[in-house]
C-alpha cells in the first residue's frame, strides 16, 4: 500500500498534537523536560531548526511519493496502450508470421518489467511499514518516559507500554500478555520493611525469569535508587522460585544513578 499525502499528514498532526496535550495536562512534566534537555540535548533554537529539517524532509518525500504515483499510472495508461498493440498484433497474425517471435521477446521483457515493478512495490510497501512502526515506537517510548501511559489503566496501556518497551530496549519478545502492571506487594512479615508495608510493582515475564521495572518520569531524587532495590530485594524474597532481575528507566539520567544501579546490580536504561 502506498501512503497518500492525506496519510503522511494525518500521521504528522497526531506527534504533533500529542506532546502538547501531554505537557498542558502536566506542567511539571515541562519544567522536567526542559531540565534534562537543557542538560543533554540540543537548545531549543538548535531542536527547532532540526523540526523544520525534518518537516521540510518529510514535504519533500510527500512530494516523491506523489511523482512515484505519476509515474505508476503513466506505466498502467502505457499498459493499456500495449494491450491495444496486442489487439492489432493478433489481427495481423496469419499475415506476419514471421513476426511471432519478435513478439514473445517483447512479451519476455514486459514481464521481466512487470515483475520488477511488483517487487520494488512491495519493497516500498515494506519500508513504509517499517517507518510507520518505528515512529509509532518512539512515540510510546516517549509517553512512557514522562509518565503519559504509565499511569493509565487497562488492556490498551498494557498494549503501549509493551510496545515502548519493544522500542526502547530494542526487543521483540515483549507483549501484552508478558507484563503484569500495578502489582501489588506486601511486606506481611517485615521481611525488608517494616512489617504491614504496601506498594506496588511492574513486572515483565520473560525467558523463564521476572523483571520488576520503574519508570522515573522526574529527576531521581537521593534514595529512590535505593527504595527500587529494597522493593526488588522483597520481590525476589517472596519469588525465591523464579529468577528476578530490576530494570530502572530513568530519562537523562545523572551520574549518581549510574553508580548506585551498577551497586545493586540494576540495568539502567537511559
Partial sequence: MILTQENLQEIEEHITQILPELLTRNPEI????????????????????????????????????????????QVDSRFEQIDGRFEQIDGRFEQVDSRFEQVDNQLSQMNTTQLTMRRDIAKLQSGHEHILKQMQGQENWLRLMVGGIHNDEGSMAEDLVAAALRYGLRTDDIDPESL??????????????????????????????????????????????????????????????????????????????HEECKQYGIELVS
Avoid: C, W
Fill in 180 to 257: 503484569q502492571l500495578r502489582q501489588p506487594l506486601v511486606d506481611r512479615e517485615g521481611t525488608v520493611f517494616l512489617a504491614g508495608y504496601r506498594t506496588e510493582v511492574d513486572i515483565i515475564a520473560r525467558n523463564g525469569h521476572l523483571t520488576v521495572f520503574e519508570v522515573k518520569a522526574h529527576r531521581v531524587k537521593p534514595g529512590d535508587v535505593g527504595m527500587f532495590a529494597l522493593k526488588l530485594k522483597l520481590f525476589a524474597a517472596q519469588n525465591p522460585d523464579r529468577e528476578v532481575r530490576g530494570l530502572l528507566i530513568v530519562p537523562g539520567a545523572l551520574p549518581h544513578v
Fill in 30 to 73: 515541562a519544567t522536567t523536560i526542559e531540565g534534562i534537555l537543557a542538560q543533554h540535548f540540543p537548545r531549543r533554537d538548535e531542536f527547532s531548526k532540526l523540526l523544520e529539517e525534518l518537516r521540510l524532509s518529510r514535504q519533500e518525500n510527500a512530494l516523491r511519493f506523489e511523482q512515484i504515483d505519476g509515474r505508476f499510472e
